[in-house]
């Protein structure tokens, strides 16, 4: 694991299980990252600063 690699737990929209990830360095002018979901197998879009889903209001 790099320096800036860190872990993150999202909820999936799809299915409601909390899903862990790490996040690893991708480029800077990327502000979103593509996770392939474990627990529906879809693609989910991250924020790289929050770790929060994309839409996600943050209830």
Do not use: W, Y
């Not at 409601?16 to 790490?22: A, F, L, P």
């Amino acid at each position: 694991m790099s320096v800036m690699d860190r872990q993150i737990v999202f909820k999936c929209p799809q299915t409601g299980m909390n899903v862990q990830h790490r996040l690893g360095d991708e480029p800077g002018d990327r502000t979103h990252v593509s996770v392939s979901c474990p627990a529906c197998t879809r693609l989910h879009l991250i924020d790289r600063a929050t770790g929060k889903l994309l839409g996600d209001r943050g209830r």
